[in-house]
Every structure is written in structure tokens, then in C-alpha cells.
Antibody, heavy 118, light 109 residues
Framework: QVQLVQSGSELKKPGASVKVSCKASGYTFTSYAMNWVRQAPGQGLEWMGWINTNTGNPTYAQGFTGRFVFSLDTSVSTAYLQISSLKAEDTAVYYC???????????WGQGTMVTVSS | EIVMTQSPATLSVSPGERATLSCRASQSVSSNLAWYQQKPGQAPRLLIYGASTRATGIPARFSGSGSGTEFTLTISSLQSEDFAVYYCQQYNNWPPTWTFGQGTKVEIK
């Protein structure tokens, strides 16, 4: 079936980097865009941006430029989110989400908790 | 940047009652509006897209309406599994951008 499976929880120190993976299955990976969404503890959903899975071209939402990088490995149908120079305020659950059967986010990964603490 | 405002922040409803959630856009988004349900510890689930089209597998008690700047999600008869947080989201086709509202928590009265 169509699904997105993300990598496991991460505990990082401030200043470190983290790379979250999102593996797609059940559909043609390069046919549909991949989005990233952040949810800080007890807070709402925040769209971070998207990556064109056909061209690899990323687009970042306001507030997610500079330290955030979206990338792909189409050979394994996987999208990546890398965050560098981690800060405590980056502590959040990060979701990947795709648009496969509609023009909204109809498939979601299970989320990856990233905790930044010294 | 389009801002999405949901109201109320919290809605207390008894099982079997009707729930009406509102979402307002700071400028017209046409019918490019989606609704999601999120339960604790789970990823969001798409309920409605195109303002009024139910996603696959979504029960008929969920309905969406509106266009332009004013939208409504109605749950006709709340079931125990419907108590959750609901988010609206606008999407602009080009350049592709998406914006979420801050959410409405539907709790048991």
C-alpha cells in the first residue's frame, strides 16, 4: 500500500546536525511532490516547504531557509531533511507528507521526534 | 503571506451532537482548502480537500463547505473517535505554498 516510513527519534546536542529520512513505497516516487511539516511540542502544524521529486528542486517556506536542506535519493525512493546548527527550538516532530490522490497532503509519514538538548 | 485563522480554539461537544468548526483566510484562497484531523501521538489525517471533497475512507458525517475566505467543517453527529484537533490548510497552486491554521480542539463536554 501507499506509505511513507520515517527514520527513528533523534537526540542531539545544540550545534550538531541531524538528517531525517522518509522512504516512500506503493507509488511512483518521482511523480509526486514531497513536503515537510514541523510540529513543536504542544503546538500546531507548520509547513516547512517541499521538494520536487522529479527535478530535486527544493522550495523553503519563510523561516526555514539557511539551516534546513531537503534532498532526495530517487534510487531508494527516499526524501531527506537535514537540519544543521541545531538549536533547542528545533525540538519538534518532523513529518514528511505527500500529495498522491488529491491536491492536499493525503499521505503522511509517522513522524520523527528530534530533541535538541545539552 | 496568507494567514489562516480557526475558531473556536476549543469546542466542547457531547457525543452525538453536531460540531461546527470555522476557518478564515486573510485573502481569497478560492476552494483550495483542506481539513485534517490529528489525534495525540499520531500523524494528521486528511479529511477534506477542495473545500468540500471527502478524502478516501472518510465517513459521510464529515462535511466541508465554503469558498473564498470563509470555510466550515461540520461533523454531523460526533462519535467518540472524533475527539481530536482539527486543522485547516490553504494551498496555492503556483507558486506552491501551503499554510495551516492554528487548530481547533474538539473535546468531550
Amino acid at each position: 500500500q501507499v506509505q511513507l516510513v520515517q527514520s527513528g527519534s533523534e537526540l542531539k546536542k545544540p550545534g550538531a546536525s541531524v538528517k531525517v529520512s522518509c522512504k516512500a513505497s506503493g507509488y511512483t516516487f518521482t511523480s509526486y511532490a514531497m513536503n515537510w511539516v514541523r510540529q513543536a511540542p504542544g503546538q500546531g502544524l507548520e509547513w516547512m516547504g517541499w521538494i520536487n521529486t522529479n527535478t530535486g528542486n527544493p522550495t523553503y517556506a519563510q523561516g526555514f531557509t539557511g539551516r534546513f536542506v531537503f534532498s532526495l535519493d530517487t534510487s531508494v525512493s527516499t526524501a531527506y531533511l537535514q537540519i544543521s546548527s541545531l538549536k533547542a527550538e528545533d525540538t519538534a516532530v518532523y513529518y514528511c507528507a505527500g500529495l498522491v490522490a488529491s491536491d492536499a497532503f493525503d499521505i503522511w509519514g509517522q513522524g520523527t521526534m528530534v530533541t535538541v538538548s545539552s | 503571506e496568507i494567514v489562516m485563522t480557526q475558531s473556536p480554539a476549543t469546542l466542547s461537544v457531547s457525543p452525538g451532537e453536531r460540531a461546527t468548526l470555522s476557518c478564515r483566510a486573510s485573502q481569497s484562497v478560492s476552494s483550495n482548502l483542506a481539513w485534517y484531523q490529528q489525534k495525540p501521538g499520531q500523524a494528521p489525517r486528511l479529511l477534506i480537500y477542495g473545500a468540500s471533497t471527502r478524502a478516501t475512507g472518510i465517513p459521510a458525517r464529515f462535511s466541508g463547505s465554503g469558498s473564498g475566505t470563509e470555510f466550515t467543517l461540520t461533523i454531523s453527529s460526533l462519535q467518540s473517535e472524533d475527539f481530536a484537533v482539527y486543522y485547516c490548510q490553504q494551498y496555492n497552486n503556483w507558486p506552491p505554498t501551503w499554510t495551516f491554521g492554528q487548530g481547533t480542539k474538539v473535546e468531550i463536554k
